[in-house]
Each structure stands twice: as C-alpha cells, then as structure tokens.
Nanobody, 115 residues
Framework: QLVESGGGLVEPGGSLRLSCAAS????????MSWYRQAPGKERDLVAF????????NYRNSVKGRFTISRDNAKNTVYLQMNTLKPEDTAVYYC??????????WGKGTLVTVSS
C-alpha cells in the first residue's frame, strides 16, 4: 500500500514536501518513483530514487527545483518541491514496480500552484 500526503494550494515560488508511506512490501528492496498527472494530460514520471537512495533521476522541467529522498527506516519516500510554478499543478502519485514488472500506485495527492 502506498499513501501520499502533503499536497495543497501554494503560491508560485512556494514550496511543498510530499510524503509517501509504504507498507505491505519490502520497501528497502525497491526503487521508488513520483509521477504526476495534470488535468487532461498523461501521467508523467517526475523523479526516481533507487533502493538505497544513492541514485536519483528527474524529468528536465523539475531539475534543480525538486528533490526526491527516502528513509528506509520509516518506509517513506519524499518529494521536496521548491520554486513551484503553475505548470507543476497536478495530482502527484507514488509508485513502485515489483520484480514481476507490476506497477503499484497510491491514490495521489493534489498540488495546486496558483496565486
């Protein structure tokens, strides 16, 4: 199970930190991702972190503004979002893919960037 939290309404230039609490699987064995889906658009990968946290990757539009991290002791992955822009408005989803290639998703948390 993946449960996201931390979304909300923020003004342009502001910050939010999203959290995703994981349960029901060996969290420390899997890479974790954050995706987002804006209204009327496809779901896009935002950031990825490997199982130990030593490797991260970001979509170009968020590089330098967003930071993905994880705490394996707490079974939680985070997405720190700074300098938010209106185009970051979306539902943000936590994801992992198991060894069989099956994707697991949370229900998402809405981030709205607006003045």
């Amino acid at each position: 199970q993946l449960v996201e939290s931390g979304g909300g309404l923020v003004e342009p230039g502001g910050s939010l930190r999203l959290s995703c609490a994981a349960s029901g699987f060996t969290f420390s064995s899997y890479g974790m991702s954050w995706y987002r889906q804006a209204p009327g658009k496809e779901r896009d990968l935002v950031a990825f972190i490997n199982s130990f946290g030593g490797y991260t990757n970001y979509r170009n539009s968020v590089k330098g503004r967003f930071t993905i991290s994880r705490d394996n002791a707490k079974n939680t992955v985070y997405l720190q979002m700074n300098t938010l822009k209106p185009e970051d408005t979306a539902v943000y989803y936590c994801n992992f893919r198991n060894s069989d290639g099956m994707d697991f998703w949370g229900k998402g948390t809405l981030v709205t960037v607006s003045s």
